[in-house]
């Protein structure tokens, strides 16, 4: 019995990946191992990370001046990895406030340089990104950073920044990569931890420009100097090999996927925004459910929304239970409930939410 | 089909182990998600994490004055934290060298702070542990730190060096922790890869004294910052949810291990004890085999081998494929064979190497 699962990460993965999962686990394909006691080194296990690879740059049309690395720690680390990495010789780092995570983004990267934050939505209660005009970047930072989709507090950007001339745009996608089309190339870098859209908690994608490579700050972990990860194919430290399987088979589900004429991320990015679009509207409907973000920055991956009274909190995610829609329990830094309905959410999922939306609101407004 | 998997890492599993992790990979006991899915804060993850810990306390003894900490990075990430966590305001640390990871630990480390190599086996060609007595510590050093078995070069201690007062003692026991017992409070630090005897790769296992928290220094990630990770229970950053389920499960199954009367750490330090003397026998019993390691030295989990003609290495190899012993090609910087015998491994799969090493000789010799 499967619930329709709702956390915001770790968080729910295709059915069909795991059935594929549970069926190799002791025999992968002949070989009379499981993938998680293949050698990294061995011919079966290159293999697999190197479709994986493959996979995702074609999902994601990555151009072949980018690196794809597999790395660990998620997107915490990079929050320092990142300044270790991309300084390269510079002292400045501008960085985009809008919520919780810009926010810890940001703390980390005060440790390695000299941190301005350009623009912030805190005075909005971080309810809107604020709007480009009122930014104040630096052409002689190493990086502009943004976060693309803010996990906790909701919102997400639909448009790609521009930022100064020579500076590169650096964007944490753990919570919205592969749910709609990007245009890498207007990015220097793009992080995201897998534990969202990609796969187990563990693994942690990284695709860099080239151009970016080769000047890391002297006290950079080895492990987690980019350079050395791209010139060893993610080899350099031993990858998290199952959790690189695991992506490996969410890419191809995630390749198979068709809506209409649509395929891949793109037929994803139709399906997303259906499901955002009802659950927002099911919201919407009525004055008893209260949301915060504004309507062009609120994130299709991640709804965060309020009941009119807390008390009836326990009472809300009780009856969700009893109908199988489980992790809708706000982040504890905000309170009410958030519904993370990630690729792997089906309609039928959301679906069944919304009924549920009308039905709780009926019986208490 | 299952194979004799001798692989030095990421390697073998117990069979039950995976057998159940595919039963429950769907649904865990009735949660209707998998390990995969659940978010790190939910009861059930908890419950999972805690146990995981719990079990590894009791199997190793570890006092309640040690955190155990699980993190991401495997060994080499940690040759760069421990001393940016554990310099504490010291410019020195002293390092044995006894092989590969050693080198390798040192060579990061003096990245960090004037390193020490007190004394080195690279004259004797990694043959032999350097005796205590020709070691030149330092009393002011940050902490002393040896690799408790070198899984290239086959060497293990079978001692605990003592080193001077206030300097603790730090151990990379990545390819020996669990495998036999160990007296935690001679240790200040223990780390260890889980790809060998714990479990999937992409999970570090740290055992740190408290007294050695707090002093990070002011460039280290804040997601390796060990005080941070201790007072989050290891739930600073996500961590990888699935590898420490799995990695409680090798925990139960190792408590389950019985030898006589003896049981847990102790039934495997036994079996892994009559394992390597079954090896170690088999390869002494005719000149054909060459093994380089002294025998009070000899890693009871790595056991390098040679064949007299290296043109017969691929010959070996096809007909142990044949016998489904699989995972015996030496590290490409030595060359030859390597068998690596971890706590999954079982006494029927060193008895069909052991058959398999007199017939090959025979036939070749």
Same mark, same amino acid.
């Given at each position: 019995m499967r619930v329709h699962n709702f956390s915001a990460g770790p968080a729910a993965l295709p059915g069909e990946v795991l059935e594929q999962a549970a069926r190799e686990m002791l025999d992968w394909r002949g070989s009379g191992v499981s993938v998680m006691e293949m050698?990294?080194?061995?011919a079966e296990f290159g293999s697999i990370a190197q479709k994986a690879e493959a996979d995702l740059r074609s999902l994601l049309s990555v151009p072949s001046e980018y690196r794809i690395l597999f790395m660990q720690g998620g997107a915490l680390a990079e929050n320092a990895i990142v300044p270790l990495n991309l300084l390269r010789g510079r002292v400045q780092a501008d960085y985009v406030n809008t919520g919780s995570w810009s926010t810890k983004s940001i703390r980390e990267a005060a440790r390695y340089c000299d941190v301005r934050e350009v623009a912030s939505g805190a005075d909005s209660g971080f309810t809107r990104i604020p709007p480009i005009e009122q930014w104040q970047m630096r052409?002689?930072?190493a990086y502009l950073h943004i976060c693309a989709n803010e996990t906790i507090d909701g919102l997400e950007y639909s448009w790609v920044p521009e930022p100064p001339r020579d500076v590169p745009l650096v964007a944490d996608m753990s919570s919205n990569i592969l749910s709609r089309r990007i245009d890498v190339a207007r990015f220097g870098l793009i992080y995201a931890g897998?534990?969202?859209?990609? !796969?187990?908690?563990?693994l942690t994608i990284v695709i860099v420009h080239d151009?970016?490579? !080769?000047?890391?700050?002297?006290?950079?972990p080895s492990a987690f100097n980019y350079q050395l990860v791209a010139q060893n194919q993610s080899m350099y430290n031993t990858p998290p090999t199952y959790a690189i399987y695991i992506a490996g088979l969410v890419f191809e589900w995630i390749s198979r996927q068709r809506e209409g004429a649509l395929s891949g991320v793109a037929a994803l990015e139709a399906r997303n925004l259906r499901k955002a679009h009802l659950l927002y509207g099911a919201l919407d409907a009525t004055p008893f459910y209260r949301t915060r973000v504004v309507a062009a920055d609120r994130s299709r991956m991640n709804v965060p929304f309020f009941l009119p009274d807390a008390a009836l909190d326990a009472r809300f995610l009780e009856g969700a239970r009893e109908r199988q829609l489980v992790g809708l329990k706000g982040h504890k830094t905000v309170g009410g409930m958030r519904a993370s309905i990630y690729n792997a959410m089906p309609l039928a999922g959301v679906e069944a939410l919304t009924a549920y939306l009308a039905e709780f609101a009926r019986l208490h407004a």
């Open positions: 050698s990294h080194r061995s052409p002689e930072a897998a534990q969202k859209n990609i !796969g187990p908690a563990g151009d970016l490579l !080769g000047a890391a700050h002297a006290l950079c």
